[in-house]
């Protein structure tokens, strides 16, 4: 008995699965005119994408982003995780 998923049940026939080009530009259009900081549940009906919510949102904040990082860690990043990892552990 866990979680529900967010998609399933209410929500038939909205798309799964690999998002396209199209989809991506839909979404980085709307925010960009737009921005996030409303209704995630509200936004995929008004950007004109057949997804749910909680699917446009980690889409947005895992990749579409403009401000996330990429590629290798600098030296004082590495050393800076390094000494926190000392410091704090596993947390």
């Known amino acids: 008995m866990g979680r529900s998923p967010c998609c399933d049940g209410i929500n038939i026939g909205l798309k799964k699965g690999p998002w396209t080009p199209e989809e991506d530009k839909k979404l980085i259009d709307y925010i960009e005119r737009n921005g996030h900081h409303g209704s995630w549940k509200s936004l995929p009906k008004l950007a004109g ?4 919510g909680k699917s446009c949102r980690l889409r947005w904040n895992n990749y579409l982003r403009p401000d996330i ?4 860690f600098s030296e004082d990043e590495e050393r800076i995780i390094i000494n926190l990892h000392s410091a704090l552990g596993n947390k």
Do not use: E, M
């Not at 994408?49 to 749910?52: E, Q």
């Not at 990082?69 to 290798?72: E, L, P, V």
């Open 69 to 72: 990082k990429r590629g290798k």
């Open 49 to 52: 994408l057949i997804r749910c």
